[in-house]
């Protein structure tokens, strides 16, 4: 499955749009048609923060979970990695993904939770806006498993505070607001899971939007939430380093 994606909906918007609810694959069959071809504020603005975060990639080996239609991997392509690897369940979205620039033969459609994967094969590895899919303690065992010594993992995903503006992940098609069956996350939960799995908290980030995204919501006609938002932390990123041996 992908979380690379998210669209920001107020109260105010839900009294007046058509809204359904899909499982998660159906839900991202139907958004693969149109998940590249319009900008999203909330990854502008886990753009802006994730990569001034990460160290070299040269040469170390980068898993990507949740990698949706190859967004981070576009990057980590020229990025020098040894290997790189997207995994995701939703084929609709691979398929996007394969057909895109030196994306094919890094692709793999598994359940992240259940990954086909040797263990301690990854020296990197990225988690964008999969916590709400998944259980997490379950997601840090497997995680555990596939990570090396000192490997450097980053989770993002929506800041609960985002929760006090009612917004919902979903996206539009048609005249339809498709919304996504997922659940909060904790910050406190989700640093202990992943401490009790061998992993410390080496950077946090809790991000609002700002003048970079503004323009964003203006193109898609919708500065009143940028407005309503400004001052909310909106996403929060969780850089952590895997230790030798839990604690």
């Not at 576009?74 to 939703?90: E, F, I, K, T």
Request: charged share 25%; aromatic share 8%.
């Amino acid at each position: 499955m992908s979380t690379d994606s998210n669209a920001c909906v107020s109260r105010d918007q839900q009294l007046v749009e058509r809204r359904m609810r899909l499982n998660v694959d159906q839900a991202y069959t139907l958004w693969s048609e149109t998940y590249d071809s319009v900008a999203n504020p909330l990854l502008a603005l886990e753009e802006r923060y994730l990569w001034p975060m990460l160290p070299s990639l040269t040469g170390r080996t980068v898993l990507d979970l949740g990698c949706g239609t190859g967004r981070l991997l576009n990057r980590l392509s020229s990025s020098g990695a040894g290997q790189y690897l997207g995994v995701d369940l939703s084929a609709a979205m691979l398929a996007r993904a394969a057909k895109k620039l030196r994306i094919p033969g890094h692709l793999l459609r598994a359940d992240c939770i259940e990954l086909p994967l040797r263990s301690h094969w990854a020296d990197v590895l990225f988690c964008s806006f999969l916590l709400g899919y998944v259980n997490l303690a379950d997601l840090a065992t497997e995680i555990a498993r596939v990570s090396k010594v000192d490997t450097d993992l980053y989770l993002s995903e929506f800041h609960p505070d985002s929760r006090s503006l009612g917004w919902k992940r979903s996206f539009r098609s048609g005249d339809q607001v498709i919304e996504l069956p997922t659940h909060a996350c904790s910050l406190l939960d989700v640093e202990q899971t992943f401490r009790l799995h061998g992993f410390d908290l080496v950077e946090r980030v809790e991000a609002g939007f700002g003048e970079p995204e503004r323009n964003i919501f203006l193109a898609h006609k919708k500065g009143h939430v940028y407005e309503s938002s400004r001052g909310t932390r909106a996403i929060f990123i969780c850089h952590l380093r895997r230790r030798g041996r839990a604690a």
